[in-house]
């Protein structure tokens, strides 16, 4: 799978989802070929066109995505954990869940995983 990395991740959670096998990037590539996304809708839009998920610590982000009931047809995964607790918290998710569905969140605490369905 390929994940954005989005709101602030530790470096711990790149290298944990390489280790996992997946494929990481940078908003900084979304930037470089058009103007960068400035909602979460366009945001949305762009990673479901190149059907990349979104890995997240920010709650913010993903309070707008059910308060504005956006659709995205792909998954998220929302890290709710310290900084240096997240590399640990992205292998706890793949040992849980070898597969992630499409149209969920994984919400990733110290103590957890629960997986909600993303609204639309």
């Not at 940078?26 to 930037?31: D, N, T, V």
């Not at 709650?59 to 995205?72: A, E, P, T």
Request: hydrophobic residues 40%.
């Amino acid at each position: 799978m390929q994940f954005l990395v989005h709101g602030g991740l530790a470096a711990d959670a790149v290298a944990a989802m390489v280790r996992q096998g997946h494929r990481v990037h940078q908003l900084a590539e979304i930037a470089g070929e058009t103007s960068a996304p400035s909602s979460p809708e366009e945001l949305l839009r762009e990673l479901a066109h190149r059907q990349w998920c979104l890995l997240t610590a920010d709650r913010d982000f993903v309070h707008q995505v059910y308060d504005q009931g956006l659709k995205f047809n792909i998954c998220m995964v929302l890290l709710i954990a310290q900084p240096d607790q997240h590399g640990t918290a992205v292998d706890r998710l793949f040992e849980r869940y070898k597969r992630l569905s499409p149209k969920r969140l994984y919400t990733v605490t110290p103590g957890r995983v629960k997986v909600r369905q993303l609204p639309g």
